[in-house]
Every structure is written in structure tokens, then in C-alpha cells.
């Protein structure tokens, strides 16, 4: 019996600056629907095969993460995450991202997508994981049009530790001089080199998509947009507030629900457990420092915190920390107990609801 084909993670790459088209922010111009451009990338990534699709914030993460959801009810929903070293170049953005999935031995290669290169669309990424698929053992697969290529590029697994080691704005140049000679090609048409990385390629993005307004015209036919995605998911102009808005979901739980403006967070464990009560803390708190950052919010607004201690007796080392950590004023209502935790070394967890 022929095995089943491992699945493919598709990394859309979102945490540059956009200093090149300052003020704005390319990721978050709307082209002529409203619909801002990384959700209008997302868009044709979440209705491809891939799964699970990542999405990488560094720059202005909550906004980005706000208008990426405009329009889209995938299921499964994407998964956001912060670089957090996105300040030093593409590479660290990119390593950051197949970090994210390298853990999942089911996962087989990575596209790595662009989210300022929303014309790219669903069939063609779907057509570079078939050929993926198609070629074992090979290292990747390439879009090219009229011999050259561009971008999204899928990566096997076999380079994942590769491509977490790059630094800079390089990307994944160094790996593509060395594998491209074996990674089959897939043709695509000129969208894989347009990107919008100037005001004037902004002011175009602005005008692009018209047709999906003249099709959502009462009467008016139907057809599938650009990016190969049927106009069922054409966002509306309620609010996301209205919306329920779960981050990092899995089977039992997820990392972050937001909804109507609050935040309830997951229980949040150290990542190092053979760290001291002192140290746990100051991880727990490190990590939800980065979960509120992402729903554009911060510690000045806590409603809310549930503390679970291995031993009662840490209280006090545990208060040295979040005593600090906490803005004056800013106390939310509290209950810390003693409790048997899921895992023998686990000291502190901490669980938060906040606003916006």
C-alpha cells in the first residue's frame, strides 16, 4: 500500500516594516473592495490544501492581525504568531515561521508565502504541493513564468533547519543557488514577481478587484476572483468586534478567544520547566505580554487573573515578579491557589481575561 502523502504547512511571511511605502503600510491598504492586501493573500492561501497555514507579524502585529481576518471563516482558522526577532531582517521572520511547524513530524515541506503578493492565488499553490507530492525526495518545488522564478517557493522538511538558520533580508536566497537545480517547476503567470512595495504599486492595489463589486450587485453573476476563492467569503462591513476570534486553536483549546473587545487567555506554563519559581514567572508573564500585544492590547488593561502554584509557600517570590511587572493602578481581581498541576515540574500557571 503506497503511503499517504504528509500534509504541507503554508507560512505567509507579514512582519516587515513597509518602509518603503511609509506612512502606510502596504499589508493594510485596501484594494478597491476594502479588503485590506494580507487578507486578500490569506485569502487564496487558507483555500488551498495547505494545512496548517501560519501567518508571521512583526511590525504593527495587532493591526495586522485585525485586518488579515477581514472576510475570512476558514476552518481551521490560520495561526498567528510574533517573530521575535522581526526587527532584523526577513530571515529571522522566516525562521520564526517554520520553528512554528517543524515540531509536527506529519508535516512534510512548508510553502513560504509572501503577504504582500496578493494576486497569487489558490490553483497555483495547490499545483506546486501536487507536484511536491509527486517528486519524493525532492527539495522543494518552484513557480517560474517565462524561465523565471518567483515567489511562493515550497520548501521540503529535509531544509527546515536550513532555513532557520538564515540571517538578514537573504531569505532563502543561499539555499535556492545551492537545491534549485533539483526542484521541479510548476508555470505560473506573471503574479509571482508583482508585489506593492512603492506608493505608486499601492495606488494600483487601490484600484484592483472592481469586478467582485460588480458581481455582488444584486443580479449580477457571479464569478471566482483573481485569487481563485469564491465570493462567498466577500467580507461585509460589520465589525470583526461582532466576531469570535480564537488564535493558535487545536482540538481541546485555544491559545487566545477574543471576543466583543475581551480576552480570555489559555492557562500559560513556563517554557523552561526546569527553571526556578522566579524564572517561570517571569516567562508566564513574558508570554502573555506577547499574546495581548497580538489582540492590540497590553498588561494597563487586565480585567482578570487566575493563578495556580505547585506550592502556596512561592507566593512570595511569585509577587516579587508580578508586583513589577503589573502597571500602578492597574491591579486586575485575583485568586492564586495551591493546586496539583498537569505535569510534576510545572510551578506557576496563569490564566487572563482583558480588554481592548
Known amino acids: 500500500m503506497t503511503a499517504a502523502p504528509g500534509r504541507i504547512a503554508a507560512i505567509v511571511l507579514a512582519g516587515g516594516a513597509s518602509s518603503r511605502t511609509a506612512p502606510a503600510h502596504k499589508l493594510l491598504a485596501p484594494d478597491a473592495t476594502g479588503l485590506p492586501m494580507i487578507a486578500r493573500t490569506l485569502r487564496a492561501v487558507t483555500a488551498s490544501r495547505a494545512a ?37 531582517g526577513l530571515s529571522r521572520t522566516l525562521a520564526a515561521g517554520v520553528r512554528a511547524v517543524m515540531d509536527d513530524a506529519t508535516i512534510t515541506g512548508a510553502l513560504i508565502c509572501l503577504g504582500d503578493m496578493p494576486l497569487v492565488g489558490t490553483k497555483l499553490l495547490d499545483r506546486m504541493m501536487a507536484t511536491f507530492h509527486a517528486h519524493p525526495g525532492c527539495p522543494g518545488v518552484l513557480a517560474v513564468h517565462e524561465g523565471r522564478r518567483g515567489n511562493p517557493v515550497l520548501w521540503s522538511r529535509t531544509l527546515f533547519a536550513a532555513l532557520m538558520a538564515g540571517e538578514g533580508d537573504s531569505g532563502a536566497r543561499h539555499l535556492l543557488a545551492r537545491h534549485a537545480p533539483a526542484m521541479p517547476r510548476v508555470a505560473a503567470g506573471p503574479e509571482i514577481a508583482v508585489d506593492f512595495d512603492t506608493p505608486a504599486r499601492l495606488a494600483e492595489f487601490s484600484r484592483l478587484f472592481r469586478g467582485e463589486l460588480t458581481s455582488a450587485r444584486p443580479g449580477a453573476k457571479r464569478k471566482g476572483s483573481a485569487c481563485g476563492t ?27 478567544v477574543e471576543y466583543h473587545g475581551f480576552l480570555f487567555t489559555q492557562g500559560f506554563v513556563a517554557r523552561d520547566l526546569s527553571a526556578d519559581i522566579t524564572a517561570q514567572t517571569k516567562d508566564v508573564l513574558a508570554q502573555i505580554d506577547e499574546a495581548l500585544e497580538l489582540h492590540g492590547t497590553d498588561n494597563t488593561r487586565l480585567l482578570q487573573a487566575q493563578i495556580w502554584l505547585k506550592d502556596i509557600n512561592d507566593r512570595d517570590a511569585l509577587n516579587a515578579v508580578w508586583g513589577p511587572w503589573l502597571p500602578k493602578g492597574g491591579a486586575p481581581a485575583r485568586a492564586c491557589v495551591e493546586a496539583k498541576m498537569a505535569h510534576p515540574d510545572v510551578l506557576v500557571e496563569i490564566m487572563i481575561i482583558a480588554t481592548k
Not at 493591526?63 to 476552518?75: K, M, N, S, T, W
Not at 460589520?238 to 487566545?256: D, F, G, Q
Open 230 to 256: 469564491p465570493h462567498a467569503n466577500q467580507p461585509t462591513r460589520t465589525h470583526n468586534m461582532s466576531k469570535i476570534i480564537r488564535t493558535e486553536p487545536n482540538a481541546i483549546l485555544s491559545k487566545v
Open 52 to 88: 496548517p497555514v501560519v501567518v508571521v507579524l512583526g511590525h504593527r502585529a495587532a493591526e495586522i492581525r485585525q485586518a488579515a481576518v477581514q472576510g475570512l471563516q476558514p476552518d481551521p482558522p490560520p495561526h498567528f504568531i510574533i517573530a521575535p526577532e522581526h526587527a532584523h
